[in-house]
């Protein structure tokens, strides 16, 4: 289930970030950060009342100006708006009312998208009040007064926004399974996209208006749809734009976070680079389903011992992932290609699976018993009370024990080699997290609290 989005739109300085942290709470970690060529778009979650969403800050929107990096950062505001549930338009009620707001409005104004108007830095709310009178001119009805600094007016503009938000229990569970395929450039991403979705027989369902923005693809096999995710990314031909070197790799980050599994596609003759590591890296920060295609097959000489020897030498060098399944295809030939779809549909099961706490406790019961978990040279036992899965995509469980102090990383591994070997799980990471029972509320951040990787 993916949260409804309010994507924050606004030019550079009228305090679309400070707003952003006010509505979305200062306790409240940054669900993601993305450094990269475009200013950083952070993902942030928020609820009020009853309803829960991820705001996206997307960095400050600036139109008649070409220079540099000002068409990416459009980009990057257009895509944030395809995907929102609502739109937050941030102007400056101290500055008044500018051309460049007028810009914004004249476009937001042709979005398909409700769109709410925030007069920010209105501190004092009788004034605030005369501030945001100006900018009724704007079309856009009426404007809230607010301060992101001091959080006046903030409680009004909410109450509106929820309106737009769907909730949580009534989001339709979407049988859409979403596939990114990344990898590094020549690997053969576009002809194993080819090889899924044929000449003709694509439905494009382009996300937004403009060619270069990201476009899915949907590809139906068997009564299952399969959304490819951001196909203009990989057609996008040596990345003319930005030189030959370039990988694009911020455009595949994007990709993974939107995914449900992902293809790491391969290329056999080349074998593992630092990229494909880096790749791997983030599908697993990222929590993401995973099916490692390796491409090519049909061009590497092979005897019948071959394909063994790739697979430990792969598995090694892609040890974030070692729980992914592995597929050698040939995309030109088209061998094996269709039963990459097989895994996706594992891994995507997998990766939505929920496990009742009976079972969870039959698994740690059985381990414990194998192992008894270690006693500190001050003579005190970990203990492991119970365990439960506290959520899924990935699936995460969380161990209640008397001291997270007194599980060493041995034991630790150990445990969670038990549920990858009882409960499979093939395909998706599974995380597990480690908490005192009594002081459980108060660990927030700290090393016993962080989630290990299974
Ligand atoms: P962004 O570029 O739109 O994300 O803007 P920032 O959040 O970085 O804020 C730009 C400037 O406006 C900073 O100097 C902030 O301190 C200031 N600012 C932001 N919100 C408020 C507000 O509510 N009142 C006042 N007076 N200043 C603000
Ligand atoms: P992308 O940059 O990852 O999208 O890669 P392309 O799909 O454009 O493929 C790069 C090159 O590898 C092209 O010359 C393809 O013809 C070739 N290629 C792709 N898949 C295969 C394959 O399965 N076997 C062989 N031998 N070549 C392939």
């Avoid at 994507?7 to 979305?24: E, F, M």
């Avoid at 020549?186 to 044929?198: D, E, H, I, Q, R």
């Avoid at 734009?241 to 976070?257: D, L, S, T």
């Avoid at 034991?411 to 009882?422: D, H, M, N, S």
């Amino acid at each position: 289930m993916s949260l409804p989005v309010v994507a924050i739109i606004g030019r550079p300085n009228v305090g679309k970030s400070t707003l952003v942290n006010r509505l979305a709470g200062v306790q409240d970690a940054i669900v993601h950060d993305e450094p990269g060529v475009t200013r950083d778009r952070t993902y942030r979650s928020a609820f009020w009342e009853d309803r829960e969403f991820v705001i996206v800050d997307t960095g400050g929107l600036v139109f008649n100006d070409d220079t540099e990096f000002l068409p990416l950062i459009r980009e990057q505001a257009m895509l944030a708006l395809s995907e929102a549930s609502a739109a937050i338009f941030v102007v400056d009620g101290q500055s008044g009312l500018t051309a460049a707001d007028e810009t914004i409005a004249d476009w937001l104004r042709q979005q398909p998208v409700p769109v709410l108007l925030a007069v920010n830095k209105c501190e004092s709310s009788e004034q605030g009040l005369t501030q945001a009178i100006e900018f009724w001119e704007l079309g856009l009805g009426e404007p809230f007064p607010v301060s992101g600094i001091h959080g006046s007016g903030t409680g009004e503009l909410l109450d509106a926004l929820i309106t737009y938000i769907v909730p949580a229990e009534e989001i339709p569970q979407t049988e859409e399974i979403k596939v990114a395929i990344v990898g590094r450039p020549n690997v053969g991403k576009s002809s194993l996209l080819n090889a899924f979705v044929g000449e003709n027989r694509s439905i494009v369902s382009p996300i937004s208006g403009t060619t270069r923005d990201a476009i899915d693809m949907l590809v139906e096999r068997n009564g299952k749809t399969y959304r490819l995710i951001d196909t203009a990314g990989i057609r996008k031909k040596k990345n003319v734009e930005y030189g030959p070197e370039f990988f694009g790799i911020n455009r595949a980050f994007k990709a993974i976070r939107r995914a449900d599994v992902v293809l790491l596609v391969i290329d056999a003759v080349d074998g593992i680079t630092e990229q494909d590591q880096k790749l791997a890296g983030r599908i697993d920060e990222e929590g993401r389903a995973c099916v490692i295609v390796i491409n090519k097959w049909d061009a590497v000489e092979k005897d019948s011992y071959t394909i063994y020897e790739f697979e430990r030498n792969f598995k090694g060098r892609l040890n974030f992932i070692d729980w992914a399944e592995t597929i050698f295809v040939s995309a030109q030939t088209g061998q094996r290609v269709e039963k990459i779809l097989d895994l996706v549909n594992t891994a995507a099961e997998q990766h939505k699976r929920r496990v009742t706490t009976a079972v969870i406790n039959e698994v740690l019961q059985e381990a414990i018993s194998w192992v008894s978990p270690p006693t500190t040279r001050q003579g005190r036992q970990g203990k492991i009370y119970y365990g439960t899965q506290v959520s899924s995509q990935p699936p995460a469980i969380a161990l209640f024990v008397n001291d997270p102090k007194r599980f060493n990383d041995n034991y630790r591994r150990y445990i969670e080699g038990q549920f990858r070997k009882q409960l499979g799980f093939t395909g998706t990471p599974v995380r597990l997290f480690w908490r005192g029972k009594k002081v459980r509320e108060m660990e927030a951040g700290s090393r016993s609290n962080r989630a290990t990787r299974v």
